[in-house]
């Protein structure tokens, strides 16, 4: 008997974990830098929850016989897989609505203070929320009376319901679409920025790390064309791979551009640890340096504002040991910081204007 069941749990706990990691290290950096969860935080976080869900589905259809052919799984188990395969079908574009949400909340956070943008970024949202509403309707209501989409394909049901097939190939391509969409969206943005080149095609290239959603959006257009209802359990497998890989890939793509407060920190232990291994007669974990002016060698170089979003400091951190010019440049910061260390990070944020904290944060990036 031929199943491809193990192949099933493998692929679902391997990304499952991918899921929990990148989410892991996306709340990390955000405590690195100091920053308020903003509401793209909030809804990743969501995302991650209804995707254990997906998941779970899937071990349970496992359970019921997924991945055999229908000629080898019970009638009951048969009827048990239209119900997860039904439960799904409504699960896939909330989870997807979500993620492309927080993904949007991301740009908004990053790019808002352009108005004509903004609007933009509103626009796309209505449209998502709008497929999401189509898709779940669709699912829900594809049989009339509403029960024969719960029960085994027979002669009676495909009566009482829709084709099948342009339900799943019309909501998919719809999908792939907005999907491309939302990738080209902040790059119209990135190339307007007063940045070097080079840091531009950085930009970009993070970005456009989503065009792995999009990919993984048309392999589930074009499998869920193989679909056949009389065999199930075994057809509905790929389909059902491809739907949560776009779900997982989705949250990890969203989590990347988030993770360079982190990255900046791991750099910048490293290259504390080179210098000092080269220089073992300065003193750097101390507070003060020699000449009594306070060393911000550990001082973040970004600091959140109550927007969320990141600033960047005048003045690198102090090299080991700190030159002529960057003491004089922070003395004064750096006696504030030793007089009144609770209300330097907020004289810092007001002082700094919001078009700086785009430029810095797409710099930090």
Same mark, same amino acid.
């Given at each position: ?47 991650l ?26 009638p ?14 409504i ?22 203070v ?91 290239? &993070?970005?456009?790390?989503? /065009?792995? @959603? +999009? ?6 257009a074009?499998? !869920?064309?193989? $679909? %056949? ?15 949560? &890989?776009?779900?997982?890939? /989705?949250? @990890? +793509? ?8 982190? !990255?900046?920190? $791991? %750099? ?57 010019d ?35 944060y797409?710099?930090?990036?």
């Amino acid at each position: 008997m031929v199943t491809t069941a193990a192949n099933l749990i493998g692929f679902s706990v391997t990304f499952l974990f991918l899921d929990t990691l990148f989410v892991g290290l996306r709340l990390l950096s955000r405590r690195i830098s100091a920053a308020m969860l903003w509401w793209d935080d909030s809804f990743i976080i969501i995302s991650l929850i209804l995707s254990y869900g997906s998941y779970t589905f899937i071990f349970i259809a496992v359970h019921n016989g997924m991945g055999k052919h229908t000629s080898f799984v019970t009638p009951y188990d048969e009827s048990q897989q239209f119900k997860i395969l039904y439960a799904s079908e409504i699960c896939y574009p909330v989870t997807m609505t979500i993620i492309k949400t927080s993904i949007l909340l991301f740009y908004l956070r990053l790019f808002g203070v352009r108005k004509w943008f903004r609007r933009v970024l509103y626009v796309t949202e209505s449209v998502v929320v709008c497929w999401c509403i189509a898709t779940v309707l669709a699912a829900i209501f594809r049989c009339s009376p509403v029960r024969y989409g719960l029960l085994p394909i027979t002669e009676e049901t495909i009566s009482h319901c829709d084709d099948i097939y342009a339900y799943l190939l019309a909501t998919s391509v719809l999908n792939v679409v907005v999907e491309f969409w939302i990738l080209l969206l902040p790059l119209s943005v990135v190339w307007t920025l007063q940045l070097p080149n080079r840091q531009k095609v950085a930009v970009t290239c &993070i970005f456009l790390l989503g /065009a792995f @959603i +999009c990919g993984a959006s048309i392999a589930r257009a074009i499998t !869920v064309s193989n $679909v %056949n209802p009389l065999d199930i359990t075994w057809t509905a497998t790929t389909p059902v791979i491809w739907s949560n &890989i776009e779900i997982s890939i /989705a949250i @990890i +793509c969203a989590c990347l551009p988030v993770l360079g407060p982190l !990255v900046q920190a $791991v %750099n910048r232990k490293l290259s504390h640890r080179s210098q000092t291994s080269n220089q073992p007669g300065w003193p750097s974990q101390s507070p003060t340096n020699k000449e009594g002016v306070y060393n911000l060698q550990q001082y973040s170089t970004t600091i959140p504002t109550k927007r969320g979003t990141f600033l960047k400091l005048d003045k690198e951190p102090c090299a080991t040991p700190p030159t002529a010019d960057w003491l004089l440049n922070n003395r004064e910061l750096a006696t504030r910081e030793r007089e009144h260390p609770e209300e330097v990070e907020e004289h810092m944020a007001v002082a700094t204007s919001r078009a700086r904290q785009e430029y810095s944060y797409v710099n930090m990036l």
